[in-house]
T-cell receptor
């Protein structure tokens, strides 16, 4: 049973560029959440997608956008990259928007470096 | 808003030592509390959870008790192994919320 799959694993981009990160949820899960983890810090919630809609958003600018597809997979897009966007981006899937009962499953992340 | 404060690291221990990582929280509602572990190069794994006051979560020898009166969820293990070396995150999720709010993480290194 595959867990959460994220691609790519590593990425280097230049300031001002745009990037797309991808996530396939664990089998049986229908909800995807995205987190940004800066070096030495805890993950920060970016947004969550359920039923192809953004259900909740954290304190991130509009440069961060996302999408969920009918097969429940998701993309995270970041425009006009800044040096400060360098981080590990984690995807978490769950059954339903509130993962309290059944838990969130995290992927291994995409390491984004902006130069 | 909701927040989690956990003990700063790094923490270095010898094998078979006792481990405690302090975690306190601030929440407007009645949150569920979690401990996640992150091994080098990997994503987060749920270690244990508690959903209401006085609940005790336990897994792999780790324990934490939801203390509403002190707003705490301290992680403990009686005898650590080298394989317990990792970063540990305390987190909460409020009942009307869809997100996890994490602490900054505590790096634990266990030496043989």
């Amino acid at each position: 049973d595959a867990g959460v799959t994220q691609s790519p694993t590593h990425l280097i981009k230049t300031r001002g560029q745009q990037v797309t990160l991808r996530c396939s949820p664990k089998s049986g899960h229908d909800t995807v959440s995205w987190y940004q983890q800066a070096l030495g810090q805890g993950p920060q919630f970016i947004f969550q997608y359920y039923e192809e809609e953004e259900r909740q958003r954290g304190n991130f600018p509009d440069r961060f956008s996302g999408h969920q597809f009918p097969n429940y997979s998701s993309e995270l897009n970041v425009n006009a990259l800044l040096l400060g966007d360098s981080a590990l981006y984690l995807c978490a899937s769950s059954l339903g928007p509130q993962g309290i009962s059944y838990g969130y499953t995290f992927g291994s992340g995409t390491r984004l470096t902006v130069v | 808003g909701d927040s989690v404060t956990q003990m700063e690291g790094p923490v270095t221990l010898s094998e078979e030592a006792f481990l405690t990582i302090n975690c306190t929280y601030t929440a407007t509602g009645y949150p569920s509390l979690f401990w996640y572990v992150q091994y080098p190069g990997e994503g987060l794994q749920l270690l244990l959870k508690a959903t209401k006051a006085d609940d005790k979560g336990s897994n792999k020898g780790f324990e934490a008790t939801y203390r509403k009166e002190t707003t705490s969820f301290h992680l403990e293990k009686g005898s650590v192994q080298v394989s317990d070396s990792a970063v540990y995150f305390c987190a909460l999720s409020d009942r009307d919320d869809y997100k996890l709010s994490f602490g900054a993480g505590t790096t634990v290194t266990v030496r043989a």
